[in-house]
Nanobody, 130 residues
Framework: QVQLFESGGGSVQAGGSLRLSCVVS????????MAWFRQAPGKEREGVAT??????????WYPSSVEGRATISQDAAKNTLYLQINNLKPEDTAMYYC?????????????????????WGQGTQVTVSS
């Protein structure tokens, strides 16, 4: 059974940086869409970064709210997905989740519907103070 475990959240001041990690226990097929979502209290879960990779290419997607500040990456040897966010803002405060759409592809990575993702971690809290 494949599981996702996030870590790296915390409390930071505005302008700071965090790197979130998601360890994948088990194998996820090539061509899956890997993603980071976040959910603030009273708001819908939103995608903040996605990655599609197969043996020939790697693509990433970011919404305008984090583009230029966030970077999704992976270390295949460590089976770990990362999310680096720089210049953090108070509006970045949320629970951050790692997710995988094993039957997804690049379309899933750009439509970023939470319902399309079948694997989720437990979340890691990010709090940004002004």
């Amino acid at each position: 059974q494949v599981q996702l475990f996030e870590s790296g959240g915390g409390s930071v001041q505005a302008g700071g940086s965090l790197r979130l990690s998601c360890v994948v226990s088990g194998d996820i097929n090539s061509g899956a869409c890997m993603a980071w979502f976040r959910q603030a209290p009273g708001k819908e879960r939103e995608g903040v970064a996605t990655m599609y990779a197969n043996k020939d290419l790697r693509r990433t997607w970011y919404p305008s709210s984090v583009e230029g500040r966030a970077t999704i990456s992976q270390d295949a040897a460590k089976n770990t997905l990362y999310l680096q966010i720089n210049n953090l803002k108070p509006e970045d405060t949320a629970m951050y989740y790692c997710a995988a759409a094993r039957r997804g592809g690049w379309d899933t990575c750009t439509s970023v519907r939470a319902a399309d993702f079948d694997l989720w971690g437990q979340g890691t809290q990010v709090t940004v103070s002004s």
